[in-house]
Nanobody, 114 residues
Framework: QVQLVESGGGLVQPGGSLRLSCAAS????????MSWYRQNPGREREQVAA???????YYADSVKGRFTISRDNAKNMVYLQMNSLKPEDTAVYYC????????WGQGTQVTVAS
């Protein structure tokens, strides 16, 4: 079955960087677009970035120029490099596959604070 496992979250100071990873399995990874979302308590889940099977990318305006999404089809991995982090980037970050249904990982907490 489909599994998405995120890692790489943590506590970082404003202006710092983190790299999130998502290990995917159970589906033909290279043929699907993948996304990263984030969510804070009481707020809707927000799409942060996406990468197509052909490696075309999308970024939310709030992260454009600071975040970079990438994928390694040989390893079934998708990454989110986050630079110049701001306190408002604090959230639980989720890896997402939109196929017949929407699949989610368990999430990884990112906290940006002094």
């Amino acid at each position: 079955q489909v599994q998405l496992v995120e890692s790489g979250g943590g506590l970082v100071q404003p202006g710092g960087s983190l790299r999130l990873s998502c290990a995917a399995s159970g589906f033909p990874f290279g043929t699907y677009a993948m996304s990263w979302y984030r969510q804070n308590p009481g707020r809707e889940r927000e799409q942060v970035a996406a990468i197509g099977a052909g490696a075309g990318t999308y970024y939310a305006d709030s992260v454009k120029g600071r975040f970079t999404i990438s994928r390694d089809n040989a390893k079934n991995m998708v990454y989110l490099q986050m630079n110049s982090l701001k306190p408002e980037d604090t959230a639980v970050y989720y890896c997402n596959l939109q196929a017949d249904i929407s699949y989610w990982g368990q999430g990884t907490q990112v906290t940006v604070a002094s």
